[in-house]
């Protein structure tokens, strides 16, 4: 299962960690896991295509995505992120679990 931990400060998103599989097939082969990479990887390097404002670390089966300066262009391009991924979660709610943490 792919795992989504969202960190948020009131409505401030700070942080962003995704781990994990979704295991709906085998590895390389994964429709869910490709949507979830695809989703945050086009939000992380759209957002810094446009600023420095976030930082991330990609390490095995992890991604750690860091506010380090509150804007409105990040706090929308995550929140957006969020809403897509409510939405594969949805669809596949066997294979991926969201968690929002203040």
């Given at each position: 299962?792919?795992?989504?931990?969202?960190?948020?400060?009131?409505d401030?998103?700070e942080?962003?960690?995704?781990?994990?599989?979704?295991?709906?097939?085998?590895?390389?082969?994964?429709?869910?896991?490709?949507?979830?990479?695809?989703i945050?990887?086009?939000?992380?390097?759209?957002?810094?295509?446009?600023?420095?404002s976030?930082?991330?670390?990609?390490?095995?089966?992890?991604?750690?995505?860091?506010?380090?300066?509150?804007?409105?262009?990040?706090?929308?391009?995550?929140?957006?992120?969020?809403?897509?991924?409510e939405?594969?979660?949805?669809?596949?709610?066997?294979?991926?679990?969201?968690r929002?943490?203040?």
């Amino acid at each position: 299962m792919i795992k989504i931990k969202i960190k948020k400060n009131k409505d401030i998103i700070e942080e962003i960690i995704v781990t994990g599989h979704a295991k709906y097939d085998d590895f390389g082969k994964d429709i869910v896991c490709a949507a979830v990479s695809s989703i945050t990887i086009t939000t992380c390097n759209g957002i810094m295509s446009l600023e420095d404002s976030i930082f991330t670390k990609a390490d095995s089966g992890k991604l750690f995505i860091g506010v380090e300066k509150v804007t409105d262009i990040n706090q929308r391009l995550l929140n957006n992120m969020i809403i897509m991924l409510e939405e594969l979660k949805s669809q596949y709610p066997k294979n991926i679990e969201i968690r929002n943490e203040e």
